[in-house]
């Protein structure tokens, strides 16, 4: 069962790794031709907004409520009765996104006036951000669905599809960006007709593979009320629960619309580093591992259900780990070698650097509430995330406050939120942890100790090969963008090799791990 787990989770991870892969050069681009400033401060806001709900609404509260469910029907039930669930969530899903794509059009003044009150103080970006934001928002109805899609697949195991969707949104940029924003008057405008245009398009790529496995839904409102009633009860606490480190980002955002023009873009593109391996990984992992877990609680197998979750929580710490220390380290190299080109200036690579160590702290938090939190959901407990979350959320903010007021001294506000989400998803992660020790849901095999100590230690190992090879960070702004290419993947490979071999020689292989020999 391990060995199919991880074959599922590197399906995901290939998959997207293409889709992220493509998303660094859709970064680039934007990066190149707009730079960090008024514009990409502003579509960043007004793509935010949208995006903030799909990770809220369709990837977060509805699929971790609707796979569970749906594989209690398909393990349970008859085809029929699964056919008749998700003709009624589709139906019921598809009119409750039409309301709030159609809300969000006519008040997108006010979320701007919500989400980015700084925007405030000036006139010219406020109204830029609204008129963004009517254009963007329509996108939470196109991939909500895509999502609703996305999760029917995965739960019949077919899960390289939805995670190949997401490279269509990154084409869908690049192509705007370079060919569309030329022709308009307002060239920002064509980020965001690139969002809404991929809405539609990762929607209608997903059809076809619903049909090959006979689920295409055939909306009804009256199919199966009881189902969809279960999946709302379960979704409205998960909604918050599972966004977490959304809503910290968001309150990021809002805070940083007060702080200095570039601190929003500085933000984003040290972000979208770390979502880099957290999407590769963390959240291929998650998805893989909750309809197995879903699985293992309807048939009461709870020995199998912990051993899955320790398992997970173990490839965690070999990936997550090392990530952190490589991002951090190489914080400024990535960013030279990926972005530092035309408006992309080096007091914004240094800039951006700051925070992305900062976000670089919480990256094996962010990954370890991805996988703690399938191990509630799974067994449809939604209440346990809630209250751990209110609680992250309410740290967050309080820490946003005290870290932005200390660094704001030194003109580097947007280091403190960076490190406020940090802080708050280590909070998250250990309460989540922790419950799940206390109800006796996870049990943690013997040997953990030993096993960090080996990571630890080849994670030393690791630090000493960057150290030797990125010494000097100022030779890097001279170099052609061969020689800067060249030797990130150089020192890239070379650390992460030198990670494994060193693992290998502790006795920690690969092979054992995914078959829990360790």
């Not at 709900?53 to 509260?61: D, I, N, Q, T, V």
């Not at 006979?214 to 009860?233: C, M, N």
């Not at 809002?254 to 972000?271: E, N, R, V």
Request: hydrophobic share 55%.
């Amino acid at each position: 069962m391990s060995f199919k787990l991880l074959k599922s989770t590197l399906i995901i991870s290939v998959m997207t790794t293409i889709s992220r892969i493509f998303g660094l050069i859709r970064d680039i681009v934007i990066g190149a031709l707009f730079g960090p400033g008024l514009g990409i401060d502003v579509f960043i806001v007004s793509f935010r907004i949208p995006n903030f709900l799909r990770r809220l609404f369709a990837e977060g509260g509805f699929s971790q409520a609707f796979v569970p469910i749906l594989s209690e029907y398909k393990e349970k039930r008859k085809d029929e009765d699964v056919q008749k669930l998700i003709n009624q969530t589709s139906a019921t899903l598809g009119i409750i996104l039409f309301i709030i794509s159609l809300i969000g059009v006519l008040i997108s003044p006010i979320l701007i006036m919500i989400f980015a009150p700084g925007f405030l103080n000036d006139a010219n970006k406020a109204n830029l951000a609204s008129n963004l934001l009517k254009i963007t928002f329509p996108y939470i109805f196109f991939i909500s669905l895509t999502a609703f899609a996305g999760s029917i697949l995965n739960t019949y195991k077919n899960f390289a599809i939805p995670a190949f969707t997401p490279v269509l949104l990154n084409l869908s940029l690049i192509i705007c960006a370079i060919w569309l924003a030329p022709l308009l008057d307002t060239p920002i405008k064509a980020l965001a007709w690139a969002v809404l245009i991929a809405g539609f398009v990762q929607l209608f790529f997903q059809a076809p593979f619903l049909l090959k496995i006979k689920k295409f839904p055939k909306p009804s409102l009256h199919s199966d009320k009881d189902g969809v009633r279960r999946i709302i009860k379960l979704m409205i606490p998960i909604l918050f629960a599972v966004s977490i480190v959304q809503i910290n980002l968001l309150v990021d955002t809002l805070i940083a619309s007060f702080l200095t023009t570039g601190s929003i873009s500085w933000l984003y593109f040290s972000d979208r580093l770390v979502e880099f391996p957290l999407g590769v990984f963390g959240i291929a992992l998650a998805t893989a591992i909750l309809p197995n877990l879903s699985e293992k609680h309807t048939q009461g197998s709870s020995e199998r259900f912990s051993d899955t979750l320790d398992w997970s929580l173990r490839w965690v710490c070999i990936i997550a780990l090392p990530a952190a220390l490589g991002l951090a380290m190489l914080a400024s190299p990535l960013l030279i070698t990926l972005f530092q080109y035309k408006e992309f200036s080096q007091y914004d690579v240094f800039m951006t650097s700051y925070s992305l160590i900062a976000y670089a702290v919480g990256l094996p938090a962010f990954i370890f509430i991805k996988v703690l939190s399938a191990g509630f959901f799974s067994r449809q407990d939604t209440k346990t995330p809630v209250k751990i979350g209110v609680i992250a959320v309410i740290v967050n903010f309080l820490l946003n406050i005290l870290l932005v007021l200390f660094f704001n001294r030194f003109n580097l506000g947007h280091v403190g939120l960076a490190l406020a989400t940090s802080f708050s998803a280590y909070l998250q992660a250990f309460l989540l942890f922790w419950k799940l020790k206390k109800i006796q849901v996870y049990q943690s095999r013997k040997k953990w100790l030993v096993f960090i100590l080996k990571i630890v230690s080849a994670m030393i190992f690791m630090a000493v090969i960057i150290i030797y090879g990125v010494s000097d960070i100022s030779i890097w702004f001279d170099w052609s963008i061969l020689a800067r290419v060249f030797n990130l993947i150089l020192w890239i490979s070379v650390s992460v090799l030198g990670y494994f071999i060193f693992l290998w020689f502790t006795g920690l292989s690969l092979r054992n791990i995914a078959s829990q020999k360790y």
